[in-house]
């Protein structure tokens, strides 16, 4: 038997701006976690970076979506056309340094320079503003930080890491 769960928007998310005031959504909390369809509970079950993109095609089972120019594959909603949003969780998304070898093949990647890092012990929040205008978070080890405010890197992750989300 699989967990099911059950997410209710309160009444001051509901005043804070938010288009509904209940959602249900039936699968188990990883599921809604790693696979959300829309936008507003991609963001409402945790952390997710938000990027602006267009579906532009297929590759098998995933979507080629342009994101700040270059195209990405990455697991789309089943309704999704056009101007979509992509999400990415800061956990799932690796820093390469300029200079390094390139990503390996089949990986997602996107230029930038880090903007700043936040310390958190285990874990690093590493801001990116990436080239095209858009920001990104990533979640590192602290060893894994490469760079200071101003390093050139480039953000990856695998195209399963990703979602094409409704709006």
Known sequence: ???????????????GGALEIGIALMGSAEEIYDRPVTRFVADFVGQINLLAGTLVGRDGTFAVVEVNGAK?????????????????????????????????????????????????????HVDVDLDGGQTVTVEASPEAVIGDPGTPVSVTWRPDRGIVLTH
């Open 72 to 124: 990405h594959r990455i697991i789309a909603a089943p309704n999704a056309g056009g101007a979509v949003t992509v999400g990415l969780r800061p956990q799932h998304l690796q820093l390469v340094g300029a200079g390094a070898p390139a990503p390996a093949a089949g990986l997602n990647a996107l230029p930038g320079r880090i903007k700043g890092r936040t310390f958190s012990g285990n874990l690093v």
């Open 1 to 15: 038997m699989r967990a099911q769960a059950l997410l209710h928007q309160s009444q001051e998310q509901a005043q």
